[in-house]
């Protein structure tokens, strides 16, 4: 037998706990395809990086060509001949096909320069070798996705490549330039290059490889020869059951129109029209298929018909209404229901809980009343779909972004369908899902239309959407060339208008012949025993393994669970409740604590180098304000405006808005109180006290709700508006305080006395316990109740996953940013006022503040944006306030340590909020004047292809030929731009 090219021997990678690649070995041999298939997570991209040198396994061999390596780079890879073309192309459409396959080794002249004639030369050299016929001066932005894969296969080939890695080479291509790749790829092996194939493309790896290897779980199962696989056999041996992989059609019931789309127009932020008179209609009970090569309009189509693109001509109407200026909460009101293809960054909220992704759009009773969200209504709510809809590994709070794509895709599909829609549209239904979960979500569809629903379903997949469509619409350049139904429609059909050819009855001839040669000309099957295979793969399906979250899906009901079905559900008692709070309590206060405990070990470091005792020290910081009722009255007057100022940080920050104003819309709003309580003296003083502490709250939402303002209308960076408006509120007062509003007998710069009726009752003046104490908690109280229990604090959490989650469950970000920015502002200015009027105040003191605002923040971040934590840190802040001048007198420990220690447990804590530029960038991106589906796109999370391998895949757009005038590339690839996933909380796309 001939030496294999490339043996992996008991590789190992693990990521933390999660072991990505357990005890693998295989080995490619020259001359032949190899393979390699297995559900999400599996571990084939992992395993890929390392042959490609972006990873390295934690043990085990890499030989190649009979001697062990080590792969530590790209670059040490292609030296040994190892090429790989990855699934998301990695081109810059501004450069040439020879630009790009010699990108970052240019060749140069002698005389140092670019020798791009030479570059060009060598690549028609190898386009002409491998058969990959392409002009090499060619932009690659005019190129069809079928030509920028070559370009990529060239740019792999370059390096005198002996292995080429392919991963799911045929995503974007129509059927005809996966017939030309397939070519390619047998004349490469029939020259002794070997080649490993990656595909969920059950098909398409049975025609083209000679051998198939399954992994699941991150084992290798079996490694069979192609010959006497069945697509059955692979998908059996890779989810360990019988998988169901084609829907059986039956036939439609049609009735009257849902959707009717007519003379769509859409054109992007470049003047290119991407959708182009397009007309459409849906009826009741029926699927309606859009096919197409990504990128031709597709996505706008579904953006627009959701609200969430604007339109420049044609109408949209749903169910006999209009829709097409309404909103997205009007659209689906209207009885419209939304499976994007985007699961992550549209479609769910990450880090919220399941309740949370599921009752958004279902905040009728029992689930919410008068804007009031029933924990226990929502959480059973919650329940009943989780477990119609068999969502597996997860509970009511299981944070969504723990689950499994096929899982969230069924948590997603569970919302929708509870709304019972009038029209369902679905986009990318199975994009990264594994078999299991497909054959879920492809039953749960057909049960949807079964039920009187009207289905627009947009998938790239050729098979999904023929298999599943009543009528099938091909797009090409935002236009409908071609509609099919199940009679009609054909693969080379398909196919050829998917490549913008209007399919004749001799074209499909032709294409179908090509196909059947291409078929013969690429398979080197021979033939091998059948009873064999059969053993092997009912061994391999049987093997043993853990239950994974996908194993076994279920049908979907036969109805549809609504918030208002009195169902009775499990329902968690208190004990458990209790439990997880505290369980979740501790989790989120380890990294506060290690912060406040490495600041007390840097600060007992200081403390020594000034020759004190810092156990002396801090028993005088921390514990000296409780021995004297001054003391705990000085605590309680730096504890009241940290309190309020913290719950304002709060309200912004949760819903991504980063107001670090806090400062100028305190000064504003403790003005504005004053203002109104030495200005109108003659009214009593229960009346004087109200219109105050409202004057001062309506000061700090001015201050507050014009950065919102120009945010939402004008997309003006939030931290700059902030920043400036606190400027000036500071200066403002302070003018007003030495100048129009001067009082000479204040001895500082300071407003009038406020009128004497206005001042806040003290309880006990001598421990400093009066009427603002008591404000200030109901204030605090209240804003935790709005935050964490009313409809409106659930907008603020969703509009804080800082994607398109809120915009598409019915939420203005626009109309949000202007109302969390007022309320943040307004809740500031209250502290104003409450100083004012308490003991310490009298009068506005343009020295009243050290800095409370920025104090706010730094509270709010080490309470983790916990509104009830807020409470203790303030408290703990505030303590340290009141016990530096102890400090200082008793130890000669000079107060500014506070500061020092302040300052240390503000860096550790904020690491996990750092902000950014892309960070800004996708808050901005919320708020955009006219919403494109390509601006959106640019600022979707990418997850990188070394830690997650079926990621949404972001395609550039389909052209015909190189010498077609293309619409615009979507998404990120339109703007060259990939965003990196920094949010911990997703561990959906398991480590590979």
Not at 72 to 79: I, L, M, N, V, Y
Not at 122 to 139: H, N, T, Y
Not at 221 to 228: E, F, N, R, S, V
Not at 529 to 553: K, L, M, N
Request: hydrophobic share 50%.
């Amino acid at each position: 037998m001939a030496i294999p090219l490339l043996e992996l021997r008991n590789i190992t990678k693990a990521f933390g706990p999660k072991v990505a690649n357990d005890d693998i070995s295989l080995s490619v041999q020259p001359g032949r395809i190899h393979a390699l298939v297995g559900e999400n997570g599996a571990g084939k991209t992992t395993l890929m990086t390392m042959i490609a040198g972006t990873a390295q396994p934690d043990s085990g061999q890499i030989v190649f060509d009979g001697a062990e390596v080590s792969i530590s780079s790209p670059k040490k890879a292609a030296e040994l001949g190892i090429g790989m073309v990855h699934q998301h192309f990695k081109l810059i459409p501004s450069l040439s096909v020879a630009e790009n396959v010699f990108l970052g080794r240019e060749l140069r002249t002698a005389r140092g320069t670019v020798d791009t004639s030479r570059m060009e030369r060598e690549v028609a050299a190898l386009s002409e070798q491998f058969g990959l016929e392409i002009d090499p001066r060619a932009k690659v932005a005019s190129l069809s996705v079928g030509l920028r894969q070559r370009v990529e296969v060239l740019k792999a080939l370059s390096h005198d490549t002996r292995l080429l890695i392919l991963d799911e080479p045929t995503a974007v291509l129509t059927p005809g330039e996966t017939d030309d790749l397939f070519v390619v790829v047998r004349s490469l092996a029939e020259k002794g290059c070997a080649v490993l194939f990656i595909s969920h493309k059950l098909g398409e790896v049975l025609a083209i490889a000679d051998e198939v290897t399954v992994i699941r779980d991150g084992r290798v199962i079996d490694t069979l020869p192609a010959a006497g696989l069945s697509q059955t056999d692979i998908a059996q041996m890779m989810v360990g059951r019988e998988v169901l992989l084609r829907i059986a059609h039956t036939p439609a019931r049609p009735g009257a129109p849902v959707l009717e789309v007519d003379g769509l127009t859409v054109v992007d932020e470049r003047g290119v029209t991407v959708l182009d008179d397009l007309s459409l209609t849906v009826r009741s009970g029926e699927i309606v298929g859009i096919a197409g090569v990504e990128g031709n309009g597709q996505s706008e189509l579904a953006a627009a018909i959701a609200g969430m693109q604007s339109v420049d001509g044609g109408r949209v109407t749903l169910a006999g209404t209009d829709i097409t200026s309404t909103s997205v909460a009007s659209r689906r009101a209207a009885g419209l229901a939304y499976i994007p293809e985007d699961r992550d960054f549209v479609g769910s909220g990450p880090a919220l809980s399941v309740t949370e992704n599921v009752i958004p759009t279902h905040l009728t009773p029992p689930v919410a009343r008068r804007g009031w969200v029933s924990g226990r209504a929502a959480d059973a709510f919650a329940g009943r779909l989780i477990e119609e809809f068999d969502v597996r590994g997860a509970g009511p709070s299981t944070p969504i972004g723990t689950l499994s794509g096929g899982n969230v895709q069924k948590v997603i599909i569970a919302r929708e369908f509870a709304s019972d829609p009038t029209l369902l549209m679905v986009s990318q239904p199975t994009r990264g899902v594994d078999v299991g979960a497909m054959e879920f979500v492809h039953n749960a569809i057909v049960s949807r239309r079964d039920q009187g629903s009207g289905v627009l379903l947009l998938s790239a997949d050729l098979n999904e959407v023929m298999s599943l469509s009543d009528r099938l619409l091909v797009m090409y350049r935002g236009e409908i060339i071609a509609e099919f139904t199940q009679e009609t429609m054909s693969e080379a059909a398909v196919g050829l208008a998917m490549a913008g050819v209007r399919p004749s009855a001799e074209e499909v001839r032709e294409a179908e012949a090509s196909h059947e040669q291409v078929a013969a000309l690429v398979s080197t099957h021979g033939d091998v025993a059948a009873d064999e295979v059969e053993e092997r793969v009912q061994a391999a399906a049987a093997e043993v393994r853990p239950s994974t979250a996908d194993d076994a899906p279920v049908a979907p009901p036969a109805a549809p669970v609504r918030a208002d079905d009195d169902v009775a559900a499990p329902q968690e008692g208190w004990q458990a409740k209790f439990r997880r709070g505290a369980l979740t309590a501790l989790r989120g206060s380890v990294q506060p604590l290690v912060a406040v405990a490495i600041a007390l070990l840097i600060g007992a470091g200081v403390i020594l180098a000034l020759g004190e005792n810092p156990l002396a020290a801090y028993d005088q910081l921390f514990f000296s304000s409780f021995r004297r009722p001054q003391g705990i009255g000085a605590l309680i007057a730096q504890f009241i405006p940290l309190a309020v100022l913290s719950a304002a940080v709060i309200i912004s920050f949760r819903a991504g808005f980063f107001n670090i104003g806090g400062e100028g819309q305190l000064f504003v709003g403790a003005f504005a109180g004053a203002w109104v309580a030495f200005t109108f003296t003659s009214l009593p003083g229960p009346v004087l006290i109200v219109l105050t502490l409202l004057g001062g709250m309506v000061g700090g939402l001015v201050w507050g709700f014009i950065p919102g303002a120009l945010l939402a209308l004008w997309r003006v960076d939030i931290i700059v508006t902030t920043l400036m408006m606190s400027t000036i509120g500071i200066l403002l007062t302070g003018y007003l305080v030495t100048g129009p509003f001067q009082d000479p007998t204040a001895g500082l710069a300071g407003s009038p006395k406020v009128a004497p009726q206005a001042r806040f009752t003290m309880f006990d003046p001598q421990f400093g316990i009066g009427m603002d104490l008591v404000i200030a908690l109901v204030a605090v109280v209240a804003l935790g109740l709005v935050l964490t229990r009313s409809v409106w604090g659930l907008r603020v959490r969703q509009l804080g996953e800082m994607n398109r989650f809120a915009e598409y469950t019915g939420v203005s970000p626009r109309k949000m940013s202007v109302q969390v920015m007022a309320l943040s502002g307004a809740v500031s200015g209250l502290a104003g006022a409450i100083f004012v009027l308490g003991p310490n105040g009298g009068r506005f003191l343009l020295t009243f503040s050290p800095g409370y605002g920025f104090l706010g923040i730094t509270v709010a971040l080490l309470a983790r944006l916990n509104p009830w934590a807020a409470v203790l840190a303030a408290a703990f802040y505030a303590d340290m306030m009141a016990g530096s001048n102890a400090m200082q007198i008793n130890t000669s420990v000079p107060f500014p340590l506070v500061n020092v220690l302040q300052g240390i447990i503000i860096l550790l804590i904020t690491a996990v909020f750092v902000v950014d530029r892309r960070t800004r960038q996708r808050v901005l991106a919320l708020l955009p004047l006219r919403r494109q589906g390509a601006t959106a796109a640019a600022t979707a999370p990418v997850v990188l292809a070394s830690e997650a391998e079926e990621s949404t895949p972001v395609a550039p757009a389909a052209r015909s030929g190189p010498d077609a005038t293309p619409p615009p590339p979507s998404g990120a690839a339109a703007h060259g731009a990939t965003a990196v996933r920094t949010d911990t909380t997703d561990s959906r796309e398991d480590v590979r």
